[in-house]
């Protein structure tokens, strides 16, 4: 059984900062691609940013230069700084991994369960 615990959502006024943290736990072998997508109601989930495990990272083109995705591979913990929020960034946010839960396993995409994030005066 996976597990991803997301935390550090919340309330924030406009140029305002948030830090995410994500923490994957239970039966894992080896994680791939951790990141953080996002869902704003009436909208489709979108990717706001990803890492893979040779240290390579992807930004949406809307949050370059104001989000910092990092990880801690020991901790299979993905983290997201959110800097200079936007009304437009409100939605709710997801934590997806993409592992192999024993050596045997496919491997699989999972998902956290979501924490709010509120951008507003």
């Known amino acids: 059984q996976v597990q991803l615990v997301e935390s550090g959502g919340g309330l924030v006024q406009p140029g305002g900062s948030l830090r995410l943290s994500c923490a994957a736990s239970?039966?894992?072998?080896?994680?791939?691609?951790m990141g953080w997508y996002r869902q704003a109601p009436g909208k489709q989930r979108e990717l706001v940013a990803d890492?893979?495990?040779?240290?390579?990272?992807n930004y949406a083109d809307s949050v370059k230069g104001r989000f910092t995705i990092s990880r801690d591979n020991v901790k299979n913990t993905v983290y997201m700084q959110m800097n200079s929020l936007k009304p437009e960034d409100t939605a709710v946010y997801y934590c997806?991994?993409?592992?192999?839960?024993?050596?045997?396993?496919?491997?699989?995409?999972?998902w956290g369960q979501g924490t709010q994030v509120t951008v507003s005066s």
């Open positions: 239970g039966s894992i072998f080896r994680v791939d691609t």
């Open positions: 997806g991994a993409y592992l192999r839960s024993r050596p045997w396993a496919n491997w699989a995409h999972y």
């Open positions: 890492s893979t495990s040779d240290g390579s990272t």
